[in-house]
């Protein structure tokens, strides 16, 4: 039998592949924030976490990290670098998911203009790392590991 080209079937399960971002700004030269989304659905619903999702089949693993940003906190200028992937089997209630996470700083005039809640989240707000709330998935073991990599002084990032 002849398959459609782009069409796979495979006898064992596949994990899904998602983005997130987890972006930075200091207030007033002082402390240190990171920007968080509100889930405005299942699994997790109205818990805390970094803005992401899953790719999308054309999009690079970028791509998708800028996507998701830009459509879940209305933050679209910042580079983003990826800093690690995360693929412990539990980490996602849906199933196997693997993350990549991206990095990126944006000036903190910049992000207060551009952050407002869209798509999937029901609020975008910037929390201090000494204030983070609850959050879900895996997210707050995320967010220490970056902490243990960076250490956030003014002339950092």
């Known amino acids: 039998m002849h398959q459609p080209k782009g069409q796979f079937t495979y006898d064992y ?3 899904m592949v998602t983005c997130d971002a987890a972006v930075f700004s200091q207030k007033d030269h002082k402390e240190w924030h990171i920007l968080l989304i ?17 790719i999308e089949m054309e999009e690079t693993l970028e791509q998708t990290a800028l996507r ?3 459509e879940e906190t209305g933050i679209h200028e910042v580079g983003l670098e ?4 995360y693929g412990d089997p539990g980490r996602d ?18 992000a ?9 989240a029901a609020n975008a707000r910037w929390f201090p790392f000494s ?3 609850v959050l879900a998935f895996d ?3 995320i967010i220490d590991h970056l902490l243990s990599e960076f250490p956030f002084s003014s002339d950092h990032l």
Not at 41 to 54: E, S
Not at 82 to 85: E, G
């Open 82 to 85: 990826p800093f690690w992937t």
């Open 93 to 110: 209630p849906r199933g196997r998911v693997i993350t990549v996470v991206f990095i990126g700083r944006i000036d903190w005039e910049h």
């Open 68 to 70: 998701e940003l830009k």
């Open 38 to 54: 509100e889930r405005k659905n299942d699994p997790f619903k109205y818990h805390w976490a970094l803005p992401g999702g899953f």
């Open 112 to 120: 207060m203009e551009q952050t407002h809640a869209g798509d999937d």
């Open 139 to 141: 997210h707050r073991e």
């Open 131 to 133: 204030k983070l709330p």
């Open 13 to 15: 399960p596949r994990p």
